[in-house]
């Protein structure tokens, strides 16, 4: 028997509302360190350097400047990043974890885990791996 093909809208309804899921969640079980996964989102690129400049990090990110804006200027507000000049162009500012901003994310991220964990029980081990591989497989067609 041949699988019926997915409706393409369902399916995207469908992601939305695990999106929304996930983030809810995730957001509630790190309310505590007050870093939502907007948050940890730029701090964890920060982190790994996949970018030094706000542009290239809005760009890595596929996020757009005014909305990177307010969530670097949040964070350097309450000591998660800085934005030093560069020493290569003093025109650009150059963005760089903190101490406590690097706390503050292995904190959260052991509590988003928790929650994603629970969330996660109604796969089994291989259901999480697919789950994993296709996500992923979704998330990075946009850099082919």
């Known amino acids: 028997m041949e699988a019926q093909p ?13 999106h929304q899921l996930a983030r809810a969640q995730a957001n509630q079980a790190a309310r505590p360190t007050g870093i939502e996964l907007h948050h940890a989102n730029v701090l964890a690129a920060v982190q790994a350097g996949q970018a030094r400049s706000q542009r290239e990090l809005g760009t890595a990110l596929g996020i757009d400047k ?18 030093r000049r560069s020493a290569h162009d003093r025109r650009v500012y150059e963005i760089v974890i903190t101490a406590e901003g690097e706390r503050g ?19 089994d081990a291989p259901e999480q791996h697919q789950l994993h591989d296709l996500l992923t497989r979704f998330v990075t067609q946009e850099q082919r």
């Open 66 to 83: 005014s909305t990177l804006v307010r969530i670097v200027d949040d964070l350097e507000r309450r000591h998660l990043l800085e934005r």
């Open 6 to 18: 997915t409706d393409p809208m369902a399916l995207g309804l469908l992601m939305f509302r695990a």
């Open 105 to 123: 994310l292995q904190e959260a991220g052991e509590l988003y885990r928790a929650a994603m964990v629970g969330l996660l029980e109604v796969f």
